[in-house]
């Protein structure tokens, strides 16, 4: 059974409080048991990781290498737009993964266009509410599919 990583970066265990016209309405716990059925449902094991510290996303990152994981879906927050340390991360441990926001990065300030995390990624899927999450989840589904 394949095994995802979903780990989400700083103040993403604010969501539904932390600006609601932005982010949405629905928790982190909402998303994360969302995704539960819907992995068990795809056949893979899943499981998540939040963090407000970089060093905390970056050993969940090498944790999931050291434990073989098949794929990880991110959402670095406002690491996003500065983070090589979690971006080399990603490249050092070479699992598939995809990054993922809530919001519309490109559709906000400039300062939010930028990610130094994408180049590392598969690809970035933006500006779906909580339903970024299950189309990056459903792309990695696709791709174990066609090993």
Do not use: W
């Not at 819907?38 to 090498?62: L, P, R, T, V």
């Not at 959402?75 to 926001?101: K, L, Q």
């Amino acid at each position: 059974m394949p095994k995802v990583r979903v780990i989400n970066g700083p103040n993403l265990n604010l969501l539904g409080v932390r600006e609601p016209d932005i982010y949405g309405k629905k928790s982190l716990q909402f998303i994360e048991e969302s995704l539960k059925k819907e992995a068990q449902d795809y056949g893979i094991q899943i499981d998540f990781y939040q963090s407000n510290h970089e060093g905390g996303i970056i050993d969940s990152i090498h944790q999931a290498f050291e434990l073989k994981y098949d794929g990880i879906i991110i959402n670095p927050g406002a690491y996003t737009h500065y983070s090589y340390a979690i971006r080399d991360a990603i490249s050092a441990v070479g699992i598939p993964c995809v990054e993922v926001h809530i919001s519309n990065i490109h559709n906000r300030e400039d300062f939010r266009a930028k990610s130094v995390i994408a180049p590392a990624c598969l690809g970035q899927i933006s500006g779906f509410g909580a339903d970024s999450y299950s189309a990056a989840l459903f792309l990695i589904k696709r791709l174990f599919a066609k090993k």
